[in-house]
Nanobody
Framework: QVQLVESGGGSVQAGGSLRLSCAAS????????MGWFRQAPGKEREFVAA?????YYADSVKGRFSISRDNAKNTVYLQMNILKPEDTAVYYC???????????????????WGQGTQVTVSS
């Protein structure tokens, strides 16, 4: 069974940084699409970043967030810099069964999700 466990969330002031981790078990991340999504209060869940054969970012985080992975640890990371209050949300890690999914930001391409980790950015 595939499991994803996120960690690294917390509270930070605007302009600060956080690094989220997503430890996977039951599936090798090196041959899977790995994504990060977020859901703010009262809003739908939205795509943030993904890694397959390349890396992809939502326009709202491009240049501030960076997705990476450590295949030996089977862990994906989301480095978040220059955080803004509008980045406040629950962040979810997700994995897709294939090395690539189109479109990369569609939730239908991901079949397992983590429980989420809260990120709160204060102004």
């Amino acid at each position: 069974q595939v499991q994803l466990v996120e960690s690294g969330g917390g509270s930070v002031q605007a302009g600060g940084s956080l690094r989220l981790s997503c430890a996977a078990s039951g599936r090798a991340i090196s041959t899977s699409t790995m994504g990060w999504f977020r859901q703010a209060p009262g809003k739908e869940r939205e795509f943030v970043a993904a890694m397959s054969w390349s890396t992809y970012y939502a326009d709202s985080v491009k240049g501030r967030f960076s997705i990476s992975r450590d295949n030996a640890k089977n862990t994906v990371y989301l480095q978040m810099n220059i955080l803004k209050p509008e980045d406040t949300a629950v962040y979810y890690c997700a994995t897709g069964p294939r090395p690539y999914t189109v479109p990369i930001g569609a939730e239908s391409g991901y079949d397992y999700w983590g429980q989420g980790t809260q990120v709160t950015v204060s102004s």
